[in-house]
């Protein structure tokens, strides 16, 4: 609490009393510590790879650049890492775009199953690559009211991590479902939420992270996210898109056996 004490004089200029002025700022306080921590992550997030960059650039130029092998093998770090900057770099300004809602959705209806179909052929390959089986299970016909490229990337950045924290030879799935909102008496065309759940037979989540899972840069294993490629922000970027759409994301997982993710939209916006 702030307080402050506001003397008030009469038109006599006499002494009239106080006013007392409390102003709850907590609020206020909890965003500017939020903003400092996540400029904080950030400036470490960011000196992780420059720091890699800088030090093998350093040994090479100090003379490992004779010995072509080790030239090489330090060049693809310093490659690897660069391409790592690019990528927190490009995740870190779409968080700031989203969470400022700077971002203009432009929304049209999507049929949701021919729309999951298209989706689920730009994630082939890598799903190939570790032999996991995607399968589906939408209906035709399940219409929703939605930014088309921001329902994609929802759903991709959520495909990648089923496929990213699963081994070889798993499974991820996509199921799609209308909510009929039986108490309001409505039919099965009458449906006026829908719900994507995006499952996999991975490594599972700990229950003691579950609930930390879409903050920003929060990662249940650290080497293993940035092994895979990871920054830690794809899921709080999917949180807020979902939001924009005025929807709701939650996740299950059984440790070891695998994790859903549902996302839950309205149909019409
Ligand atoms: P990252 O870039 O590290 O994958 P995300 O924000 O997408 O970042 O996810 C945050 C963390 O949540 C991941 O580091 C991982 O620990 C966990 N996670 C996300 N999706 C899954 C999943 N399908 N299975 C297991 N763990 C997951």
Not at 92 to 118: N, T
Not at 153 to 180: F, K, R, W
Not at 182 to 203: F, K, L, Q, V
Not at 205 to 219: A, H, N, Q, V
């Amino acid at each position: 609490l702030d307080l402050n004490l506001v003397p008030i004089f009469e038109d006599s200029d006499e002494f009239g009393g106080v006013l007392l002025v409390l102003q709850d700022v907590t609020a206020i306080r909890r965003l500017e510590r939020m903003r400092s921590e996540f400029v904080a992550n950030v400036s470490h997030e960011l000196k992780t790879p420059v720091t890699a960059v800088k030090g093998f650039a350093e040994t090479l130029l100090g003379g490992a650049v004779n010995d072509p092998e080790t030239a090489r093998s330090f060049l693809q770090i310093i490659f690897d890492e660069s391409d790592r900057l690019n990528r927190l770099i490009g995740d870190i300004l779409e968080l700031s775009k989203v969470e400022s809602r700077r971002i203009p959705l432009q929304f049209s209806p999507i049929e949701l199953s021919s729309f999951i179909a298209k989706t689920i052929e730009l994630m082939g390959s890598e799903a190939v690559r570790k032999n996991i089986r995607i399968s589906v299970k939408v209906e035709p016909g399940i219409y929703v009211e939605a930014d088309e490229d921001r329902l994609r990337q929802i759903i991709m950045n959520l495909l990648a991590n089923g496929i990213s924290y699963t081994p070889d030879g798993g499974h991820v799935s996509i199921q799609a479902e209308p909510v009929i909102n039986e108490a309001a008496g409505r039919d099965e065309t009458d449906y006026d939420h829908i719900r994507i759940h995006i499952s996999d037979t991975g490594i599972g989540i700990p229950k003691k992270d579950l609930p930390r899972i879409f903050e920003r840069f929060y990662r249940v294993d650290k080497a293993r996210s940035r092994s895979s490629g990871g920054t830690g922000l794809g899921l709080s970027i999917v949180k807020h898109l979902v939001e924009l759409h005025k929807g709701s994301i939650s996740v299950s997982s059984n440790l070891g056996a695998g994790s859903t993710f549902t996302i839950e939209l309205p149909v019409l916006q």
